[in-house]
């Protein structure tokens, strides 16, 4: 699952540095690279959009920082042996 998500980790990141460039300079970075073969450039894309659904569903259970603040579930504890 670790290697899961760090793809998605570094796709989101090239998918918001593009955005980015996008913006600021009206540059499309993956369209550079990628422009010559549109099916490819769009794949990326929608790979992108999929690492970010899986971000945010996993966000919570992988963040350090967002466990935090969570309440650590408490067991109670195991009854004792019967006496015989």
């Known amino acids: ?4 998500h760090i793809t998605a980790f570094v ?7 593009n955005l ?11 369209g550079a ?3 010559t073969i549109p099916w490819l450039e ?3 894309n929608v790979l992108i959009g999929v690492a970010a659904v899986a971000l945010l569903a996993t966000h919570k ?15 109670s504890p ?3 042996p019967p006496i015989t």
């Open 33 to 35: 690279v990628f422009g």
């Open 61 to 75: 259970k992988d963040c350090k920082s967002c466990m935090e603040g969570a309440k650590p579930t408490v067991q």
């Open 11 to 17: 796709l989101v990141v090239v998918g918001a540095l």
């Open 1 to 4: 699952m670790k290697a899961v």
């Open 20 to 30: 980015g460039l996008v913006g600021l300079f009206d540059f499309n970075l993956i």
């Open 42 to 44: 769009r794949l990326i």
């Open 78 to 80: 195991p009854s004792p």
